[in-house]
């Protein structure tokens, strides 16, 4: 059936009152008040929700599919809500990578895979093809499998990755410092150079050397802090 999503910032919350929220619909003639910059918080850059949706909705750089990624079931259980992308098709989404972070950052996204891979894959990437020059975050190979972040040469590895579960994977880098994150929780921190280099491309199921992600992904934001 149809479904709407909506994002809300509730500033505070109490254990002692009840926190009401309102929702008006049905009058044609009022205008919408909605604010991406009133529901994140600051420094957000790009805001992908990707629910058969290719738009930013902080910028303007809407991303454009290559290969045919499909949309499939997201993390809410609704069809067409998420992107699937099969890394043997090299598929991914493109678009510009121009205003993004080159040093300090913080970078989101929901994440699922049905099952662990023997194979180092990206959910999004961007920067040069020169070692320390590119930005990328995804699924490394190690043993168990962990969720990494790194500068192409060297990585932060975090918690142990697990098949068959939708998960939200950050990374987060301040100076030298790198920490990688799931579900809210550290996983593991390191320092590393931070050099990203921008070369006019940014993607969504890949890196720009192509390392491609085999799975589905969700509703990426992009910080500049």
């Known amino acids: 059936g149809n479904y709407a999503v909506v994002y809300v910032r509730i500033p505070t919350l109490t254990a002692s009152l009840n926190t009401s929220i309102y929702m008006y619909y049905g009058n044609t003639v009022t205008s919408t008040t909605s604010s991406v910059d009133n529901i994140f918080p600051s420094g957000l ?8 949706d290719l738009t930013d909705y902080k910028s303007g750089y809407d991303l454009t599919a290559i290969n045919t990624p499909t949309t499939t079931t997201g993390r809410r259980g609704e069809t067409n809500e998420a992107y699937n992308f099969v890394r043997a098709s090299s598929q991914y989404l493109s678009v510009t990578d121009a205003g993004l972070p080159t040093s300090a950052r913080t970078i989101c996204a929901w994440e699922y895979r049905s099952a662990l891979s023997g194979n180092w894959e990206s959910v999004t990437g961007y920067g040069t093809g020169t070692y320390y020059e ?13 969720y990494y972040g790194s500068q192409y040469g060297a990585s932060v590895f975090g918690v142990n990755f697990v098949a068959g579960s939708w998960d939200l994977f950050c990374v987060t880098i301040t100076g030298a410092n790198w920490e990688i994150f799931r579900n809210g929780v550290s996983g593991g921190t390191a320092s590393l150079t931070t050099n990203t280099i921008l070369s006019g491309t ?4 890949a890196d720009v050397v192509g390392t491609y992600w085999d799975g ?5 934001t992009i910080f500049n802090r």
């Open 202 to 205: 940014f993607r969504v199921g």
């Open 45 to 52: 850059v790009r805001f992908y929700p990707l629910d058969a």
């Open 216 to 220: 589905n992904i969700q509703e990426e």
């Open 134 to 146: 590119m930005f990328s975050m995804g699924h490394a190979p190690n043993s168990p499998s962990v």
